[in-house]
Each structure stands twice: as structure tokens, then as C-alpha cells.
């Protein structure tokens, strides 16, 4: 079985761009969350997909969206990119209908480089 | 914020001896995960612990949980260079009293392993 597929794997913006990256979960999975890491702020939640309906949301600005399609792919986007938006973004898929329980899988990220 | 916190930030091993990484947490979960990150690359699932269990193993990994004392440590056992990455702990809380988190979990800052051959 295939594992999540981010793209692109590498990005290089310029401040004031928008910037959208894409994420296919594993077969079967309906969850899909987004993380972004960086060194100095680790790894913090931005935002989490079951059925095309977002169910939760981390502590970051209206700048960054996402959606999920019917076929549980995801995108996520960021508008008016900034300095500090560079970072890995990590998508994560999961099996269960709610994440009790039920580990992640994680895709290898879309390294966002913002100058 | 993060709610994980590890210990130690960064640990030199030579192969075949045992790593203890700790994590420590701030609120009620209902189960904490480990999870190994290599360099760049995304992090793979290791080991589950749900709330009302003390201890897991995974082959030469060994996971307790001490909920009263809300900490966790992960002892990987006869290391070998391949071990080499960051660990992280995360903590699945529920959202709300006896709820989910909808996929949010936390993570500590995270433990570097390197393990020398």
C-alpha cells in the first residue's frame, strides 16, 4: 500500500506569495492533519480533515487554509507568505474515524523556503 | 506551546548499548505516542500507549507510561547505528471531557540519538 504522498518536495517563495501544497493519504484513510516544524517552534498542529470537513484547528493565522476533496486528498494553502513561514509542512493520515487510539502516518513534507 | 517535554535533548550512544529517552506532559490524554523523524524526512509511527496501560513493547523497544506522574520513557534496547534520529513523544488529548482530538497531537521538542558504530 502506498504511503502519503506530499508535493511538491521542495518550494522556494518569495514574501507576499501564496503558496499551495498537496497531499494524498493513505488508501483507505478519511483523516488527514497538517503539521508544520521548524527548529524553533517544533512540530505544531495547523489543521485537521475528516469527510471534507475540517474538525479541528491549531493556533496559526487566517493565512493558512486547507480543504479536503472527496477522495480525501488535501491541499493546504498559505497566502501572503511571510519569513517565518518557512518550514517543513508534514501531512499526516490516519484509519480511524477519530484519531482515539489510531497512530499517524506522516508523508516526508514539502520543505517551504519563504525569501 | 508544546505540551511534551523530553529528556534528554540529545543523546551519544555507541552500538549495542541502550538509549532512555523521557517525555513528560502537562494535561490528561487518552494515549501517547513515540515517533522517530530522520534527518528531513517525515516521522514514522513507533509505539502507542493508551492511558490505562503501563507498559508496551515493539520489538527492541519498550515503552511505560506513568499517568500519576505524567511521564512517559521509550528505552531502545542493543542500538544500532541505523537507530540514529530524532525521537519525539506526542500526546493525544481530548479536546473536550471524554472527547478526541481530532488529530491534534502534541509533541516534545524531541531527543537526537546518535548511535556510533
Known amino acids: 500500500k502506498a504511503g502519503v504522498t506530499q508535493t511538491p518536495r521542495y518550494l522556494i517563495k518569495t514574501r507576499g506569495q501564496q503558496v499551495t501544497l498537496s497531499c494524498s493519504p493513505i488508501s483507505g484513510h478519511r483523516s488527514v492533519s497538517w503539521y508544520q516544524q521548524t527548529p524553533g517552534q517544533g512540530l505544531q498542529f495547523l489543521f485537521e480533515y475528516f469527510s471534507e470537513t475540517q474538525r479541528n484547528k491549531g493556533n496559526f493565522p487566517g493565512r493558512f487554509s486547507g480543504r479536503q476533496f472527496s477522495n480525501s486528498r488535501s491541499e493546504m494553502n498559505v497566502s501572503t507568505l511571510e519569513l517565518g513561514d518557512s518550514a517543513l509542512y508534514l501531512c499526516?493520515?490516519?484509519?480511524?474515524?477519530?484519531?482515539?487510539?489510531?497512530?499517524?502516518?506522516f508523508g516526508n513534507g514539502t520543505r517551504l523556503t519563504v525569501t | 506551546s508544546q505540551q511534551g517535554e523530553e529528556d534528554p535533548q540529545a543523546l551519544s550512544i555507541q552500538e549495542g548499548e541502550n538509549a532512555t529517552m523521557n517525555c513528560s506532559y502537562k494535561?490528561?490524554?487518552?494515549?501517547l505516542q513515540w515517533y522517530r523523524q530522520n534527518s528531513g524526512r517525515g516521522l514514522v509511527h513507533l509505539i502507542l500507549i493508551r492511558s490505562n496501560e503501563r507498559e508496551k513493547h515493539s520489538g527492541r523497544l519498550r515503552v511505560t507510561l506513568d499517568t500519576s506522574k505524567k511521564s512517559s520513557s521509550l528505552l531502545i534496547t542493543a542500538s544500532r547505528a541505523a537507530d540514529t534520529a530524532s525521537y519525539f513523544c506526542?500526546?493525544?488529548?481530548?479536546?473536550?471531557?471524554?472527547?478526541?482530538?481530532?488529530?491534534?497531537?502534541?509533541f516534545g521538542q524531541g531527543t537526537i540519538l546518535t548511535v556510533h558504530p
Open positions: 494535561t490528561s490524554i487518552n494515549n
Open positions: 506526542a500526546t493525544d488529548a481530548p479536546a473536550n471531557a471524554g472527547g478526541t482530538s481530532y488529530g491534534k497531537l502534541t
Open positions: 499526516a493520515s490516519s484509519l480511524a474515524a477519530v484519531s482515539y487510539n489510531s497512530p499517524l502516518h
